[in-house]
Every structure is written in structure tokens, then in C-alpha cells.
């Protein structure tokens, strides 16, 4: 029981069926409506969402991380950075799943602008292409994607200014210090 | 034939060509599969209950005045803002994103609420401070907060 209870995915369903619940309780017709979308809309994603799985699943394990991080740690300059723009367009995963990897790419000594490109670039979201244009259309997932990499070009040299100006700021400090 | 269908089978055609080259590593594969449908899965039927309940409750006239291409900025900007507090998962932004846009949310809105849904967490932000310190975690978040607005008026302007 303690297991379950901790269980996220328990929890989203047990929520989901509540809410569904009281709203029938409350409105017939609103409930209707509710479990109606939820049984439609479930349907119309099961195939995208499996296919999606194995191509994360898969991904995951052909590309792992040590891989990725020896791959975007060799090259800085310019092949680096356009790797960095590009690459994580590929992966799957939430926030969680890469920033430790990120720490790994940092302690190597990569720039808080690569890191910053990286993190943009995931949010390119390849993996997830079948479900973007089933909801939204094929313009507005490729034009998305599009931007991501000019996105990621963009951060990667805003956040370097911005580190350089700390690095300026502490070794103003540290001379303070010195004096 | 559905789209969902030649997904499927592209990706039975990669599965069977991984099995060949590596059983091992295709085994771990499968296992990872089921493990993201069983994460994945559970938060999708919650974001379809939302769906719901805006369906139910709120009028096509309220989106399309919040995040509608009238709204202009101002709509980016409050979509940026859901995005920046939605707590889903990234498989979840799309089916909500597309729900919006078939309700009379500007692509625009849609392209501000995608991005700062993916790239800001109001729940990695802790994991962000704790590994990367709280000046990249300011300007990062602030940066994409910012870009986002800037590339979704121009995907407003070619899309639409």
C-alpha cells in the first residue's frame, strides 16, 4: 500500500478519476463531456504514444549518455557548438533526465553557453514530432523546430556574455581583496 | 492508412533491426519502453481531464479572448506564463497545445506556451539552482523567457 501511495502514476489516475467523478456528481451533461474527451482523445494517441516510447526507448539505449557527453565534450569551437545546437534535438527525456547529464558536460569544463544551447536545443523535441503535427500540423512542428536551433544559437552566446561578466565581476572582486 | 499507424510499424521495423544487431541491448530497450508509456501515460489521461474540463467549462469565446490572435502580445505573454507554471510533461504539451489552438488560440500563444512549457520548470528549478548556481538559473530561465516571446510573434506572423 505505502508502495502505491508513492506511486506518481497511481496519483495522476487516482486524481483523474476523482475530478471526473465529481464532476458528473455535480453535472451529468459536464461529466459526460469530461469522460468523453478523456475517452476520444485517449484513442486517437495510444498508437502515436507507443511508437513514440519505442523510439525513445530506443534511442536511450543505442545513444547513452557517457556517448553524448564524449561526443559534444571533444569538439569546442565552432563544430562544437553547432553539435551542441543540433544534436539534443534527437533526445527524449524531461529536465530531470538531462540535467545530470549537463553537470557531467560542465565538470569536463564545457561553457555555461554550450550548456545553455544544449538545454535549448532538447526542447527541439524530435522524438516527439508524430504527436506535434497530429495536434498542431506539419508547418508548425518543422517551423518550430526551425527556430529551436537559431533559439539555441542565440542562448548559447547570450549566456557566455553573461558568464563573462561574472568571471569580470569576481576577478575585480578578487582584486579588491588583494588591495 | 492512420498516421499512428505507420509510426507504429517504423518504429516494429527499428525494434526488429535493433534485435538483430544486439538482443542484449534491444531487451533494455523494450524495458525502457514500457517504463516511459507507464510514466508518460498516467500524466497524458490527467492532461486529458483538464481538456475536459475546459471543454465543459470554459467557452470558446474565453480562449479565443485570453490567447486568440487579437490578444497579440499581450496573449503570448499570458501563454508564456502557463507554459513557465504547467507542470507536464513535454509527451503532454502537444495534445494540450493543439486542444488550445482548435479552440481559437493564436499560433503564437501555442508557440509561447510549448516553449516555456518544455524549457521552464517551475518543478526543476530547485535541481537547476542546486547543480548550475542561481546566476545561470536567472538567466537562463529570464533568456528563454524573453526569446520565446520574440520567436513566437514571428511564428505568429508565418504561420498565420
Given amino acids: ?179 | 492508412m492512420r498516421a499512428g499507424t505507420i509510426y507504429l510499424l517504423i518504429a516494429l521495423v527499428l525494434m526488429a533491426i535493433s534485435s538483430l544487431k544486439d538482443r542484449q541491448k534491444t531487451k533494455e530497450a523494450v524495458k525502457a519502453t514500457f517504463k516511459i508509456f507507464y510514466v508518460v501515460m498516467p500524466v497524458l489521461i490527467f492532461v486529458f481531464v483538464l481538456m475536459g474540463l475546459i471543454q465543459a467549462y470554459v467557452s470558446r469565446e474565453i480562449i479565443v479572448s485570453i490567447l486568440g490572435q487579437k490578444s497579440g502580445l499581450l496573449g503570448i505573454l499570458y501563454a508564456e506564463i502557463i507554459g513557465s507554471v504547467a507542470l507536464f510533461l513535454p509527451p503532454a504539451v502537444f495534445p494540450f497545445g493543439g486542444y488550445l489552438h482548435d479552440n481559437g488560440a493564436s499560433y503564437g500563444a501555442i508557440a509561447g506556451f510549448v516553449f516555456t512549457a518544455i524549457l521552464i520548470g517551475v518543478t526543476t528549478l530547485p535541481l537547476e539552482l542546486k547543480l548550475f548556481g542561481k546566476r545561470f538559473t536567472l538567466a537562463r530561465n529570464l533568456l528563454t523567457f524573453g526569446l520565446t516571446f520574440v520567436i513566437a510573434i514571428i511564428m505568429e506572423r508565418i504561420l498565420s
Avoid: H
Avoid at chain 1, 456528481?25 to 463531456?33: D, E, R, S, Y
Avoid at chain 1, 533526465?97 to 538545454?119: D, H, Q, V, W, Y
Fill in chain 1, 1 to 179: 500500500m505505502k508502495k502505491i501511495l508513492k506511486n506518481d502514476a497511481f496519483w495522476f489516475l487516482f486524481i483523474s478519476v476523482v475530478i471526473t467523478l465529481v464532476v458528473y456528481g455535480l453535472n451529468t451533461a459536464k461529466g459526460a463531456i469530461v469522460a468523453k474527451t478523456v475517452y476520444a482523445t485517449f484513442f486517437e494517441v495510444l498508437d502515436i504514444i507507443v511508437a513514440v516510447s519505442i523510439f525513445i526507448g530506443l534511442f536511450q539505449v543505442w545513444v547513452k549518455p557517457q556517448t553524448i557527453v564524449k561526443l559534444l565534450g571533444k569538439g569546442s569551437g565552432l563544430k562544437g557548438f553547432v553539435l551542441v545546437c543540433t544534436f539534443p534535438i534527437l533526445m527524449g527525456g524531461s529536465l530531470f533526465t538531462i540535467f545530470p547529464l549537463l553537470k557531467a558536460l560542465k565538470e569536463k569544463g564545457a561553457r555555461i553557453g554550450a550548456i545553455a544551447s544544449f538545454i535549448t536545443a532538447w526542447g527541439g523535441k524530435a522524438p516527439l514530432l508524430p504527436l506535434e503535427s497530429k495536434f498542431l500540423g506539419w508547418p508548425f512542428a518543422l517551423v518550430r523546430i526551425g527556430f529551436v536551433i537559431i533559439f539555441a544559437f542565440v542562448m548559447g552566446f547570450l549566456m557566455d556574455w553573461v558568464g563573462d561578466k561574472t568571471a569580470q565581476i569576481k576577478k575585480e572582486k578578487s582584486f579588491l581583496v588583494e588591495l
